[in-house]
């Protein structure tokens, strides 16, 4: 047992596992480049990066079979590589720290990349000139939100994620007083009238706006210029049975009401949301074109930002490489539509978005201090021999 | 190389795999609750020359209704309480074009109360006309049938066609509830006032906030800014998703004025009797024939076949793009529309109006189509 354990720590240990891990990720890095074309950034950060295997369906059937490790397993054994090594090879001492440090620095920029993978949410906030919003909305992430409206003063929502409708079981909570059991789920999916159609296909919803409508199941698309179009059946069933099967798509923005046992509820499938315990207020979007040409010179909003604290209370401009920073997010300004009314701002919340730069500090300076070292011992050397050296 | 010690691996085993497990849990795919305040975001500010409100209609809420936050769609929003905590929802909604046939529209408030549809025949006993300030409403009132022990739903509902633009007024709630509000409703529908239209020349500037016409161009490099997808106007009681399309670009005549763009369009300008909307749609939304045939039914026109339909479309090719151009005239609407899909998206430019403002547009609106091109 020993000696098997011995030989894993070899491997973990050794150099050439890294030298491999280095190679690998070098073509992994060169197979997603070559990908990109079809997948589209997004895509390839999906399959190759942020997963542990590259899968290939088998031609002919749909099993699909891991082919080569992905980011996060070369990224993990990398991560575990460097810090085997370092605990058994390396013996602390001062004339050791650069290398300490600069190994320090790689595992925590692979650390920083697991950490960013996993809590960067990425979202965006649509705001006309005039209005407040206290929420933003995911690109990729969709919601069903089921939400009590029955109370005045405020509405409770029960957030349930779109790939959890991807299963048969009916999904509770506490909060809602039916439960929720899918009868059909398409990641991407077109939608008709069924009045356009002379001989339309027999109607799977039984109540709201989804009765009219016929479902088209599409291909999802990872492609930049493309978006998928989440779309499900669901059922709606309480303790006395079934109170009508939904359509919710987020092609159907306006939300579904209905009222069981009293309470009104509202179903709607949208982008996820993530409120903000601030509002952010758009007073101006301003977008100046250099004289007699459409090429932008700014483009900026001036949002007035009020937290609910009170600690908040002012106005921010947001241009161009120049974001907010405010509650743990970063508003930058990246669009405007419906001709300058609309401004789009990209949210970035990325809790470990330091460690990047405090990781290439760490090597920055573990190099710098590794160098110099050599450098010195150098020149110490050519001055006790300078014979030896001049020969 | 050293011979390594068990305490020490074991250690380094336990930090390793305990980190790995802490970032294993952080993706949460978990069903969670929270608790908001009733929206309000789309509130205008209270200051600015930016918050100027925008032209729309106007009404005057009886007693009792509660006015709720105005979002998505709606233009108003009211919630009306009853006994033992019951509560019937009151919105106000507006859609370009003509909102569909009477007997769609009917047919859809008996879908979602799970009575059948009913015919043409039917639709004159189930539809009454109310001629009030505003205009003539077509007014229906529908009970769905109480099973399961689940009270009855009711809808009152109303809607007035002005202008290239339908009003839907709607109540929907319990049937007890709602038949103790029809005499509220039909206050409601009195009070109701469309926005003052301004005089044709003075039309660029009777928008409060809005721009003449204008371009959507974006910056060369410029990141894709997510466009309004639209629906086409037959699909106008389906509201649809903001959602990442690949815009285009287009350059309006000077003297069309921009309307306020809603979630469902692109763009809309006003054009002197007429209107132009821009919308966008996943997919082919039918094909061409399905579109031809909707637009001839909304300006009263009957449906034609396959066969026929080479006599009735016109190709402009421009900018790399192909349109499919219609002009379909009714007796008192007609409808001139270019249908462009593109990128797996159909776009759709729709001058509609009176036939003589939409004869006064059509040069520009033909011009216009020429400018638009892909970014």
């Not at chain 1, 209005?131 to 089921?146: D, K, P």
């Not at chain 2, 094909?287 to 637009?295: Q, S």
């Not at chain 2, 529309?337 to 059509?362: I, S």
Request: hydrophobic residues 40%.
């Amino acid at each position: 047992m020993k000696s098997a354990w011995s030989r894993i720590v070899a491997l973990f240990t050794s150099l050439r596992l890294t030298v491999v891990l280095l190679v690998l990720s070098i073509l992994l890095v060169f197979a997603a480049t070559l990908d990109q074309v079809h997948l589209g950034v997004w895509g390839v950060q999906e399959k190759y990066f942020r997963s542990f295997f590259v899968y290939a369906r088998i031609s002919g059937t749909n099993v699909s079979v891991p082919i080569f490790p992905a980011g996060y397993l070369l990224g993990w054994v990398l991560l575990i590589n460097l810090m085997a090594a370092h605990f058994y090879r390396f013996r602390f001492g001062w004339r050791k720290c650069g290398i300490w440090l600069t190994h320090a620095g790689l595992i925590l920029l692979l650390i920083g990349e697991g950490l960013s993978g996993m809590m960067q949410q990425d979202n965006q906030m649509r705001i006309d000139v005039g209005q407040t919003r206290r929420y933003t909305e995911s690109f990729r992430e969709t919601e069903l939100a089921v939400t009590n409206t029955a109370n005045p003063g405020f509405d409770e929502v029960v957030s349930i994620p779109f790939e959890r409708l991807d299963q048969p079981e009916p999904i509770q909570h506490p909060k809602m007083p039916f439960a929720v059991r899918t009868v059909a789920y398409y990641p991407n999916a077109s939608m008709r009238m069924r009045s356009q159609l002379s001989n339309p296909p027999p109607a799977v919803a039984t109540a709201g706006d989804g009765t009219g409508m016929v479902v088209q199941p599409l291909p999802v698309t990872y492609k930049d210029n493309e978006n998928n179009w989440p779309t499900a059946y669901i059922e709606l069933v309480g303790p006395e049975g079934s109170l009508g099967t939904y359509l919710v798509s987020t092609m159907l923005v306006e939300p579904q009401v209905l009222s069981f046992q009293g309470r009104s509820w509202s179903l709607v499938l949208r982008p996820k949301r993530d409120y903000l315990p601030f509002a952010v207020t758009l007073k101006k979007f301003t977008h100046d074109v250099y004289p007699g040409t459409d090429i932008p010179k700014d483009f900026a909003s001036t949002i007035h930002l009020k937290s609910d604290d009170g600690q908040a209370d002012r106005e921010v401009r947001i241009y161009m490489n120049n974001p907010l920073r405010y509650g743990g997010r970063a508003f930058y300004q990246a669009g405007y539509d419906n001709n300058d009314r609309t401004s789009v701002l990209q949210v970035v919340r990325n809790p470990s978005w330091q460690i990047p730069y405090l990781s290439c500090a760490m090597i920055a300076v573990g190099l710098v201090i590794e160098f110099s070292m050599h450098l010195f011992g150098f020149f110490s050397r050519r001055k006790t021999e300078p014979e030896a050296v001049m020969s | 190389m050293p011979e390594p010690k068990p305490i020490r691996s074991q250690i380094l085993l336990l930090v390793v795999t305990s980190f790995a497990a802490g970032l294993a849990g952080c993706k949460d795919r978990d069903v969670t609750s929270y608790r908001i305040p009733k929206e309000a975001e789309s509130a205008p500010a209270a200051s600015g020359p930016a918050a100027e409100p925008q032209a729309g209609p106007r009404w005057e809420a009886p007693a009792g209704w509660e006015t709720q936050a105005a979002s998505g769609m709606r233009l108003g929003s009211f919630r009306v309480s009853g006994a033992g905590g019951t509560s019937a929802d009151v919105s106000v909604v507006s859609f370009p074009g003509s909102g569909g046939d009477d007997l769609a529209n009917v047919n859809r408030w008996r879908n979602q109360l799970q009575l059948q549809p009913i015919d043409e025949r039917a639709l004159a006993d189930s539809v009454q006309s109310l001629d009030l300030t505003a205009g003539r409403f077509a007014v229906v009132d529908l009970a769905g049938p109480s099973a399961g022990g689940k009270a009855s739903q009711r809808i009152l509902g109303a809607w007035l066609r002005d202008g290239g633009q339908v009003w839907f007024i709607k109540m929907m709630g319990p049937a007890d509830l709602v038949g103790t509000q029809k005499k509220a409703f039909a206050d409601f529908l009195a009070s109701f006032r469309l926005p003052q239209k301004a005089p044709e020349s003075s039309a660029p500037s009777s928008l409060p906030g809005s721009a003449q016409g204008g371009t959507n161009d974006l910056p060369p490099g410029h990141p894709g800014v997510p466009a309004a997808a639209g629906s086409p106007s037959g699909m106008d009681s389906m509201p649809v998703q903001t959602a990442e399309v690949p815009t285009l670009r287009w350059q309006a005549p000077g003297d069309w004025a921009a309307k306020p763009a809603s979630s469902m369009r692109k763009a809309s300008y006003s054009v002197g009797g007429a209107e132009v909307a821009i919308t966008v749609f996943p997919g082919d939304v039918g094909g061409v024939l399905a579109n031809v045939n909707r637009w001839r039914g909304q300006v009263g026109l009957p449906e034609i076949s396959q066969a026929d339909l080479g006599g009735h479309v016109a190709a402009i090719d421009t900018n790399g793009l192909h349109f499919t151009v219609v002009d379909e005239a009714g007796s008192s609407a007609r409808i001139m529309a270019g249908l462009l899909p593109w990128q797996g998206v159909t776009w759709f430019f729709k001058l509609t109006g009176p036939p003589d403002a939409v004869e006064r547009a059509k040069p520009a609106f033909l011009t216009f189509l020429k400018t638009v091109k892909a970014p």
